[in-house]
T-cell receptor, first 114, second 115 residues
């Protein structure tokens, strides 16, 4: 069965520092996508970054980058130069192209300390 | 362009009452879905639809009903509300999930409390 696991319920980071959020997944598919979504206190879900499994290069969006290890089925999110506005719940997600279902992890709450 | 419009934002029900959460998108998206978000459990898929007239169950479908008569609308019905259905509900859509590469567009969520 396809699963997504986020083992860190909560993380803290000092403003301007770097933090890495972990995500592991399980799938038998060879070609797929992985996503990180952010949910700030406003409750709105916002796409942070997307990774295509067949691409060896890790995706990057400004201060956000991923460390994608396909063989290890690991998909971690690195936030550099953390800002107060980065404080949010972060969800790792995997859309199963064969069954049309998005699977979400349980989330990691990130606190940014001033 | 309104995106995904979800109503109401807040709702309080008594056990046994029924209600419908509304979801509409104006982006001509094929795929629409409903999730519930509970603390420590992430987002769990309730029902989804890959086009008008086509719906299917997700991970936690019991106690919920859906239909999709138009491309734009995908309402979620609670048949007989129970306290276990207290949650935050999200509607989400994407142009197509066939390749898995499409991001989801989310509504603003509904905080539902069942007393």
């Amino acid at each position: 069965a396809q699963t997504v696991t986020q083992s860190q319920p909560e993380m803290s980071v000092q403003e301007a520092e770097t933090v890495t959020l972990s995500c592991t997944y399980d799938t038998s598919e060879s070609d797929y996508y992985l996503f990180w979504y952010k949910q700030p206190p406003s409750r709105q879900m916002i796409l942070v970054i997307r990774q295509e499994a067949y691409k060896q290069q890790n995706a990057t969006e400004n201060r956000f980058s991923v460390n994608f290890q396909k063989a290890a089925k690991s998909f971690s999110l690195k936030i550099s130069d953390s800002q107060l506005g980065d404080a949010a719940m972060y969800f790792c997600a995997y859309p199963t192209s064969g069954t049309y279902k998005y699977i979400f992890g349980t989330g990691t709450r990130l606190k940014v300390l001033a | 362009n309104a995106g995904v419009t979800q109503t109401p934002k807040f709702q309080v029900l008594k056990t046994g009452q029924s209600m419908t959460l509304q979801c509409a998108q104006d982006m001509n998206h094929e795929y629409m879905s409903w999730y519930r978000q509970d603390p420590g459990m992430g987002l769990r898929l309730i029902h989804y639809s890959v086009g008008a007239g086509i719906t299917d169950q997700g991970e936690v479908p019991n106690g919920y009903n859906v239909s999709r008569s138009t491309t734009e609308d995908f309402p979620l019905r609670l048949l007989s509300a129970a306290p276990s259905q207290t949650s935050v509900y999200f509607c989400a859509s994407s142009y197509s999930i066939w390749t898995g590469g499409e991001k989801l567009f989310f509504g603003s969520g509904t905080q539902l409390s069942v007393l």
